[in-house]
C-alpha cells in the first residue's frame, strides 16, 4: 500500500495539466492497454525528481553511446510537477520476490527493450483487470534504481485525488532546467541547443 499523502514527480507533455492522466497516447512499457474494450487512462511518476527525469528525458539514450545528448527542443516541450496522492493506493508490486511467484522475472517485465512493449503492457491489462481493487502497480526503476517508479489507472485513480504541489514547464523555469542538467550530468548526457 502508497500512503495517502505521498508526493510524486512528473515529467510529463505540457500540453497536459499535472494531474491529467494520458488517455491512451504513443507507447511505453505499460500502456496503452485496454481493458474490456475501453482504453484505460494511464499515469507515469517517480518517487524522485531524478527518477522521472531518467524513466522519460533520459529513458531512451544508449548508455553505451560515446556522445550522449538530449535535444534541447525536446525538454521544452515537457513540464516537471510535483504531485501529492490524498488517499492510501493499491499497487501490484512488480519487484523480483512477486515476480517470482507469477513465473517471470524483472529481465523479462522491466528490463526490456521497447520492442517488447507490447507484451508487457499486456501484462499491465491482465494486472489490471485480475483486481478491481488495484489502482496501479510499482516497480524499481530500471533507469535510476535507487527509486521507484509508479503507474496509476485512470480507471481507479480519479483526478480529483491528485493534488497539484506545483508545475512548471522546463522553458519557462532556469531553476527547473538547472536540476535536468545535473541529473544528466551523472550519466554524461548533456541537452544540445
Not at 538530449?70 to 488517499?87: A, C, K, T, W, Y
Request: aromatic letters at 10%; hydrophobic letters at 40%.
Amino acid at each position: 500500500m502508497f500512503p495517502a499523502g505521498t508526493e510524486l514527480h512528473r515529467i510529463h507533455s505540457r500540453k497536459r495539466r499535472a494531474h491529467e492522466f494520458n488517455p491512451g497516447f504513443g507507447s511505453s512499457r505499460f500502456a496503452p492497454f485496454t481493458s474490456f474494450g475501453k482504453q484505460v487512462p494511464t499515469m507515469y511518476a517517480g518517487t524522485s525528481f531524478g527518477c522521472a527525469a531518467y524513466e522519460s528525458v533520459f529513458h531512451d539514450i544508449d548508455p553505451s553511446e560515446a556522445f550522449k545528448t538530449v535535444p534541447m527542443r525536446n525538454v521544452e516541450e515537457l513540464s516537471g510537477s510535483l504531485i501529492r496522492i490524498d488517499r492510501d493506493l493499491q499497487l501490484a508490486r512488480l519487484f523480483e520476490p512477486d515476480l517470482n511467484k507469477w513465473g517471470i522475472t524483472r529481465q523479462l517485465l522491466i528490463d526490456t527493450p521497447p520492442s517488447s512493449y507490447p507484451s508487457t503492457s499486456a501484462w499491465a491489462q491482465a494486472i489490471h483487470d485480475a483486481n478491481p481493487t488495484l489502482d496501479g502497480m510499482i516497480w524499481t526503476s530500471r533507469r535510476f534504481d535507487e527509486e521507484k517508479c509508479l503507474i496509476l489507472f485512470g480507471t481507479r485513480v480519479d483526478e480529483s485525488s491528485i493534488d497539484v504541489v506545483n508545475s512548471d514547464g522546463f522553458a519557462s523555469s532556469p531553476a527547473l532546467l538547472d536540476r535536468l542538467v545535473e541529473l544528466g550530468r551523472l550519466s554524461g548526457i548533456v541537452l544540445t541547443l
